[in-house]
């Protein structure tokens, strides 16, 4: 079941890139495919930045036995982080792509980190985990590439995995408060279109927290780093 949904999510991903190079002139495709790399850098450098990351895993905190999910394109780093910091806590990263190197890698971790689980899962629709699977939820820069119905769904799926009284952690872009904090953003919204990025242009981004259910949504921390603004937000499932 997981590694079919985690082909589909593949797939579907290949289709949008062929229909964005379809669309696209010759040059404006270059243009893409080299802005899309530039934001894989930059993505890379922000998950190894630790002013945003101590405010979010400080206010995660698991107790012992306590069962935590990490989604999104940076989760297994972030759930890495997590087994390591809290090793009396389980912790489950998923990840949206399978290929030889990669179960490699997830079996590496499993060996390495006996607390810390990779699972393959889906980009967008149902996880492969049962409702209330989970104390703690943690999303980190996840949502900002995602049209309005895509966030929505996010949330959803993340209150279904969560146990009642369960908690969510997000850390996302968020609307700009200083010259620059926008630049991110901006190449956001070329790479993934106005209706992903806006949202997070203007802070708006956190309502879909309580449009999928969840309670007491808000935000704990607000970071400036290079060309954004990270914000920490925490809610509850009811």
């Known amino acids: 079941m997981v590694n079919a949904m985690g082909a589909n ?6 289709e949008s890139l062929a229909e964005r190079k379809t669309s696209l002139g010759r040059f404006e495709w270059i243009r893409f495919q080299f802005l899309k790399l530039l934001y894989d850098v930059i993505f890379w450098f922000l998950m190894r930045d630790g002013s945003w990351q101590e405010p979010l895993f400080t206010s995660i905190a698991p107790k012992a036995q306590c069962h935590v999910l990490s989604f999104g394109r940076g989760a297994i780093s972030v759930a890495r982080t997590l087994a390591l910091r809290f ?79 369960g908690m969510l952690h997000v850390a996302a872009y968020d609307k700009p408060s200083l010259p620059g904090e926008n630049a991110i953003l901006r190449l956001v919204r070329y790479l993934a ?46």
């Not at 999510?9 to 290949?14: I, P």
């Not at 990840?95 to 997830?106: E, G, W």
């Open 87 to 165: 090793p009396e806590a389980k912790v489950i990263g998923t990840d949206s792509y399978s290929n030889p190197i990669k179960k490699v890698f997830r079996s590496l971790l499993r060996r390495d980190i006996p607390n810390l689980m990779v699972v393959e899962a889906p980009r967008c629709g149902p996880l492969p985990f049962d409702a209330g699977s989970f104390d703690k939820v943690v999303l980190v820069l996840a949502l900002h590439n995602r049209i309005p119905e895509e966030k929505l769904a996010v949330a959803k799926e993340m209150l279904r995995v969560l146990r009642h009284g």
């Open 9 to 14: 999510s593949n797939t579907h991903s290949k």
């Open 193 to 238: 279109g106005p209706t992903a990025a806006d949202p997070h242009l203007n802070g708006s981004w956190i309502e879909y927290l309580s449009d999928g259910g969840f309670a007491g949504v808000r935000r704990q921390s607000s970071c400036s780093v290079g060309g954004a603004r990270i914000s920490v937000v925490r809610a509850r499932k009811p």
